[in-house]
Structure formats: C-alpha cells, structure tokens
C-alpha cells in the first residue's frame, strides 16, 4: 500500500493489518502524526444551552432593530479572513514537517547527493524522503519507486519502503518497489532485506524479488542497474509487468484487447522513443498497437 493511502487509511480510523500497521509506524513523520492524535483526543466542545441562547439572540434581534448597524461589510470580511489565516496557520504547524523530498516524473531520472556523500539515483516516477538536519545522527530515507543507492562507508544506512526495510554500513544496491513488486540487488558489499519478520543477506551478485507475499532469491551478471543505460530488461516477465514499466517511463496509459496479460517476456525497451520502446515489446509478442495522446492500446494482428 502506498503511503498516501496507508496515511488516509488511518486518518479515516480504518482498521490496519499487521503489515499496514509495521509500515505505519516505520513512516518518517509517525511522531508527528501521534501527537497530533494525542492533541485531537484533547479538544472538546463547549457545553451550549440551546434554551437560553435562544433567548440571548431573540434580545440581540430586537435591539439590532433599534441601532443602525455601524459594521460595514468589509471589516466582517476581514475578520472572517483572518480567522481563516489563523486556522490555515495552526494546521500547517501541526502537519509542519523538516524533510527533504526528491522526485522524478515520467521519463525523468535524477542523481541526487546525500549530506555524507552518498549518492542516488531516481529512476522515473520515484522518489525519496529524508531528513537532512538529523542526517549526521541518524542515516535513514523512504523510497517509493525505484533508486540505485551507491552508500558512503559509516553509520547504519537504511531504506524504507512499504514492502521491507533495506540495510547497509558501506556498498551499492538497486531498490525497486512499485505496486506489489519489491526487488533487491546488491552490487557490491553486503545488504539484509528486513520483510515482515525474515532478515535476508544480499552480497554482490544476489537479488531478492518479493512478488504477491513470495520472496524468490536469484543471480545476476550486471555491475549496475539495466536502467542506467536508459532500457528496461525482462527475462521471463509476466507481460503485464512490461507494461506497467512501459506506463512509469512514457506516462501513457496501456490498455490491451484479447491478450493473455500473464504469458512471460524476455526482451527490452528503451527510454529515449516510444515508438521504438512500443515496436520492441509488440514485434516479439505478434501484437499491433495504436496511440492516442496519452493512451496505448495494444491488440492481437
């Protein structure tokens, strides 16, 4: 689940699972959002006789009858204005939060460096968060997307995600989460992967999938993410996994007529051409496609 709607879940008093609550409590801002709660409980209306308010307002009608008002429009307006402000002012203090964000939209990557030299890179439709004034103390962000992390040697690193925790001291990894696909892979040194209750070791050369609750441990060849030659690689992918890479690298959307969305692909893609990227996945596959702005329909010949 993603961050926003674990934040909206909660916030609407639903109740969490297990996971839901784990990943709750490992959020940056969860103290934040406790105190907050702990302050609400705090609030209570006053206690309000209806009979004799009633009756307060009944004399205040009867004597606006009589004196010509003398308040114009424009000072209620005021009032009224700078009451709003005052609100908007003690809302944004409550959810005031010190943290730094980088982000990246469809076809965009980044590299972007941490406080102690460490270095990441956004894959499209990414993003991490951190906070950089307690950087020093403690070395911790949140990913949603994917991020090849090449980690200074020091204190404990860590990369939060809603589908596991990703730890290190000094090494370089690639994280992928999105939707229901969580995958690991170490490249150099040595990363645990913290999924619920399992700890796994990752040294370079292993990879971790995590697809659907099923955790799958593999090998690969690479020195650094296929990404960073601005291609997507598949081999044995379920189709419809293509096309969602498809869909974060182009922002289009993808839609399919008659086409077994689970059969597996092995091929590639590029990042740079749509048309190029949609002739390679269709070709292989024995499938026409036609674009419309921002929509991608692909069907059988």
């Not at 406790?34 to 009756?55: G, R, V």
Request: aromatic share 12%.
């Amino acid at each position: 689940m993603k961050k926003k709607d674990l934040i909206k879940k909660w916030l609407n008093n639903e109740q969490l699972t297990k996971q839901e609550s784990e990943a709750f409590e490992k959020l940056d801002a969860y103290d934040s959002y406790m105190k907050i709660s702990e302050t609400a409980k705090k609030f209570s209306a006053p206690d309000y006789d209806l009979a004799n308010n009633q009756e307060i307002l009944k004399n205040r009608l009867l004597e606006r009858k009589r004196i010509p008002s003398k308040i114009s429009y424009q000072k209620i307006f005021l009032r009224i204005a700078a009451i709003f402000v005052l609100g908007l002012g003690l809302y944004f203090s409550f959810f005031k939060e010190y943290n730094t964000i980088i982000d990246t939209i469809a076809s965009q990557k980044t590299t972007h460096e941490l406080p102690d030299k460490s270095t990441v890179r956004l894959n499209a439709l990414s993003s991490v968060t951190y906070d950089k004034k307690n950087w020093d103390n403690e070395r911790k962000l949140s990913l949603e997307g994917e991020a090849y992390f090449n980690v200074a040697k020091g204190k404990k690193f860590d990369v939060y995600t809603p589908s596991g925790i990703v730890s290190v001291i000094g090494t370089q990894f690639n994280i992928k989460q999105r939707d229901e696909v969580f995958e690991v892979t170490c490249y150099e040194g040595v990363v645990s992967v913290t999924i619920a209750d399992q700890t796994k070791y990752l040294k370079a050369g292993d990879a971790l999938e995590l697809v659907k609750d099923q955790i799958k441990e593999k090998k690969i060849t690479t020195k650094e993410p296929t990404w960073y030659s601005n291609k997507s690689y598949f081999q044995e992918t379920p189709f419809i996994r293509v096309l969602k890479e498809l869909e974060w690298q182009y922002g289009v959307t993808v839609k399919t007529k008659n086409i077994n969305p689970s059969v597996l692909f092995t091929g590639n893609f590029v990042h740079s051409d749509i048309q190029t990227a949609l002739k390679a996945i269709t070709i292989p596959m024995r499938l026409k496609y036609v674009i419309n702005n921002k929509t991608v329909t692909l069907y059988k010949e």
